[in-house]
């Protein structure tokens, strides 16, 4: 069964990170790769089902040489949007992000209803 068959639809002419995603007993798991980025740089939205993770950073560099008069500036933006249709069972009101060394951590709580429950052994009388 695909979890999530759209999981890795992306805007084409943009470069977007990978990602894991994972599913545990209670939860699902997104890891998404994103060096260089701090915790600052991303926007994480859910809407209608729908979770977005995005970025836009700008990088500014400038080099001048004071002998010759020089100075170049150049500016870039790096940008990506992902976007992932969430399970019915996903408990978007608990979701929480973490970001640590290059990696941005999405945890997406089931809904307890969702949740398996251990076998229950009914008694004959």
Avoid: C
Wanted: glycine share 4%; charged share 40%.
């Amino acid at each position: 069964k695909d979890l999530w068959p759209d999981a890795f639809e992306t805007d084409k002419g943009f470069t977007v990170p990978s990602v894991n995603i994972m599913e545990g007993k209670d939860d699902y798991k997104i890891e998404l790769a994103a060096p260089g980025l701090e915790k600052g740089d991303f926007d994480i939205n859910v809407e209608n089902n729908m979770l977005t993770i995005s970025s836009e950073k700008e990088v500014k560099h400038e080099d001048k040489d004071k002998d010759e008069n020089v100075v170049r500036k150049e500016f870039s933006y790096s940008s990506f949007s992902r976007s992932f249709s969430l399970p019915e069972e996903a408990n978007v009101d608990k979701i929480a992000a973490s970001y640590k060394d290059g990696i941005l951590n999405v945890n997406i709580p089931k809904r307890d209803e969702a949740k398996a429950k251990p076998a229950k052994k009914i008694k004959i009388s």
